[in-house]
Structures are given as structure tokens and as C-alpha cells.
């Protein structure tokens, strides 16, 4: 194989996140927060009146993700990540609230990639329409902010080698 | 006068949701086997390999191939002599709809307005229904599962009718390209050319759902698809965005008669997951 594969546990050392490059394949492990459009929202909202968020973003990653609904018995269900640039003007403010790592598809906004880059924090790219893969990379799964959001909630998860490659 | 209960529309409906939520199109998975085998870039490969292992593992773990489960689509022909009984086409569809949505489950994805309050509608409905009549006692359906970020990535223009093909080559091409990895590429291409401001919509919709990799019929637009898909495969958008030659997996035109002063050109883009089938009752 041409291209590196890098196992990785959350949090991301800042060393870590220097060594890896554009394309890189990472599979990675550790718990994470998935938001979309109404959480990223809600979650600035918190930080803009001056609240501290109910989990520290400088020690985990945000997932674009809303996750189909679990079948009875399963621990999620169809897993996959959502369109980033829809939370480019979210993404300052959470890098500054200490973010390092994101995950989602697609593009970025050349002030959204500035951005990211100054923070020295890392966007990742994962693959969309293979829920059924990335279910499989999922151990633990609960809803942990705002329910009422349904797929747009935030959703706690626990990752072992979920698959993704370097976007920025 | 042949009668058809609303019941079996329903079943029929549900039982075609609940399989293509979890069940790749054959043609499409052989489309990217195919790409895979001619894929140039390893990171490409490595994602096509990824997606056609999810094919066999959807169906075994029950999984939607994708978390995006989409709106429903669908296009409905009914026979002029088909009389439906004991509720309407469209409230059939509807019920299978919701009932999919608790049974397989599906993402709860429609909002009840696209501005203002954006309320979750909770069971997917309303499905968007195209109905045609067509001569005999038969009701076709094409039913769709379509996904938020090819449809949100898709285009339209009314051009000058001075335009050339090579003009309309670049509008989609840099189209296309311009949406990068969000349609979640490979991706199927439905054009439509002619006709009016929502007819071309409705041929660009529609030509997705044609028969993968068919060409044109006329051969002017055959060679049309053939290079809007050689062009894109040589630029290098590539497999989610990654690289490689396989931006595309196939384009579908559909044309049609317009106006004197009008070039109708609309392109709706679909995902590799193209959940779709044709039911006929
Ligand atoms: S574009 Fe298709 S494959 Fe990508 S996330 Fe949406 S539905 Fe899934």
C-alpha cells in the first residue's frame, strides 16, 4: 500500500496531530461527540453566553454524524458522516473553545481550513454510504444532549479503528 | 375496469423500502467492482473495496448501507383503467412510508417546512410522488430512497439556446467538480436537456433511474454521456473526493422538446448508494 495507516487513540497529542498528513489513513479509537446543523447551533450558544459545555472538546473529537436509530438489540445504527462545510461558521468558535478533531465529508471553506490549521487541529474525512462498515467500528453508543433533536441530538460513541483519512 | 386495493400499494411500497434500505443495486455494486479493477489511485481502491464490503455487510447486520436513508421518491404510471380502491395512491404511500421508517428503522430526515420551524415530521412522511397515466390496467412504480447530500449538490440552468454541447460539457463538468466529495462520489448522474424550468428538473430526477450505464438511444446524446464522463473521470475529483479516476459511475440523459428562446439543462446527482427499484401492480 502506498499510502500510511495510522492507528490512533482520542485524545490527539499535539505531536500526533503534526505528524499526520494530507491522505493519511487513520483508524481511530476513543470516545467521541457527534453533532450536526442544531447542535453546532445550541453548542455556540453555550460558549457565546459564557457556559462551559457539558464535555471538554480539547479531549475528544465532534462526528458531522446523525446516526439512523437502532434496531432492537443493536448497539446503533447506520453510522456515517454528514456535508462539514454546513458547519464551517460553527468552527471557529469551538477551535477556540479548544477542538482538535473533526470528522465529517467533504470540502472546507478556505477560512474554515485557516482556521483549523491555526488551532493545530485536524480534519478528518470519513466515507459516506458504508453505515453498515462504520456500525461495526461503533462499541458503545448513547444520546447525551438534547433527545428531542432526534437524529440531530448529540450522541455519545465509542470508536475502535473507525476508518478515516486526512482531510486537512 | 380492473380494481387495486390501496393495501397492496401499501405492502408493495414498504416491502420495496425496507429492501433497498439494505440491499445494494446488483448493477451498481458490478459498476464499482468494475471501477475498482480499473482504479489507479491506492486510497481510492482501499475506499472502493470499503464500499463494496459494506454491500455484503447492510443486508448480514441489518445496517442501512447508509445513516442517510433519504426521502422517498416516487415516480408513479398509472393505467387509465386502473381503478384504485379503498383509499388513494397517495395515502398508500404515505402509510408504507411511516411504516418502513418505525419497522426497518429509517432516520427520521424530513422537516415539516424548509424555513421557519424545520419540525422533525418524525416518520418521514410526506414521500415526493410523481404520478404520469399511461394506456392499460397496470401501476408502475419507481421508488427511491434519495439521500440530503447528492440531491443538495445538484444543478440547474436555463442556458442560451446559442449554446453548443461543448458549452453544456463545461456547465456540468465544472459543476460537478465544484461539488467535490459532498455528493458522496462515484456518483450516477441523471441530465435532463429541454423542455421547461421543472420539466428539466423532472428529467434530470428521472434519467437516474434508468436502467445503470444505458446509453442514449440517439446517438448525438450517447456520445454526450460518453465524454461528460471520460471528462470528469480524467479531472481527478475521484472516490469521496480522494483522487483517482472514478468520479462517476454512469450519466443518463434524458431530452425533450422546448422553446424557441429556451436550453432547459438540469443535473441531479446521485450517490454510489442508489436505493431504488421498479414495482409494477
Ligand atoms: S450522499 Fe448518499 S452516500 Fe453520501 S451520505 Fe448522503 S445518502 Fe449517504
Redesign the interface.
Known sequence: ???KTIKLSLPLSPEEILDLHY?D?VLLSGTLYTARDQAHKRLCKILQVGEQLPFDLAQTAIFY???????AG?IC????P??S?RMDPFTPTLLHAGLKVMIG???RAPATVDAIRAANAIYL?A???????L??CIVSCETFLWPEL??EAVYKMQLKDF?C?VGI | MHLLSSLKIQQAVYRAISEITFNCDPQVHQALSKAMANEHD??AK??LN??L??HS??P??????????GTTVVFAELGTDLHITDGSLYEAINNAVRQAQQD??????IVNEALFARH?T?DNTPAIIHTEFTAGHALRLVIAQK???AE?MSFLQMMSPAASSDDIVSYICDGVLAA???P?PPLILGIGIGSNFEGVALLAKKAIFEELGRANPDPRYAELEARIKAELNARGCGV????GNNTVLAVHILQAPCHIASLPVAVNLE???HRHCEVWL
Request: glycine share 18%; net charge positive.
Open positions: 500500500m502506498s499510502f491522505k489513513k454524524c446523525g446516526p439512523s436509530p437502532a434496531a443493536k445504527g447506520g453510522i456515517g454528514t456535508t462545510s465529508k467533504g470540502d474525512i466515507i459516506g454510504g458504508i453505515s453498515a462498515v456500525s461495526r432526534g437524529a476508518p483519512y | 491506492e486510497i482501499d475506499v470499503t464500499i464490503t459494506n455487510l447492510s448480514a447486520d441489518k445496517i442501512p448501507l447508509c445513516q442517510d436513508t426497518c428503522p429509517l432516520r427520521a430526515s422533525n418524525l439521500g440530503g447530500g443538495n467535490g466529495s459532498r458522496c469521496q473526493g480522494l483522487g450517490c454510489h448508494a
